[in-house]
């Protein structure tokens, strides 16, 4: 019984900087793992990252980190994703997800509707 709505995305230049969000609906949500995915034109899910419920540990995919960081704020019943220095290849739609567990984030059954990222070279 939850519902994430990602917000956030837009067009960016090489170097820059964006914030995601995604919130849920529902009071479950600080029972969960949360996890960022992306997806480009032409090519399949990409993990990005994940945090668990208590808001660590966090893991990221090796493409991102360094320079993106995820965080959430149970009170809020949100999750972030601060990305910084921005690069063409981060261009996607990011979707978050949540899972009972980090280990199972994959498998995740429930998903946003995904907003788009654009960086310029």
């Known amino acids: 019984q939850v519902q994430l709505v990602e917000s956030g995305g837009g067009l960016v230049q090489r170097g820059g900087s964006l914030r995601l969000s995604c919130s849920a609906s529902?009071?479950?949500?600080?029972?969960?793992?949360m996890g960022w995915f992306r997806q480009a034109p032409g090519k399949e899910r990409e993990f990005v990252a994940v945090i668990s419920w208590s808001g660590g540990p966090t893991y990221y995919a090796d493409s991102v980190k360094g320079r993106f960081t995820i965080s959430r704020d149970n009170a809020e019943n949100t999750v972030y994703l601060q990305m910084n220095s921005l690069k063409p290849d981060d261009t996607a739609v990011y979707y978050c997800?949540?899972?009972?567990?980090?280990?199972?984030?994959?498998?995740?059954?429930?998903w946003g509707q995904g907003t788009q990222v654009t960086v310029s070279s």
């Open positions: 997800a949540a899972a009972p567990t980090i280990r199972t984030i994959q498998e995740a059954n429930y």
């Open positions: 529902g009071r479950t949500f600080s029972t969960y793992a």
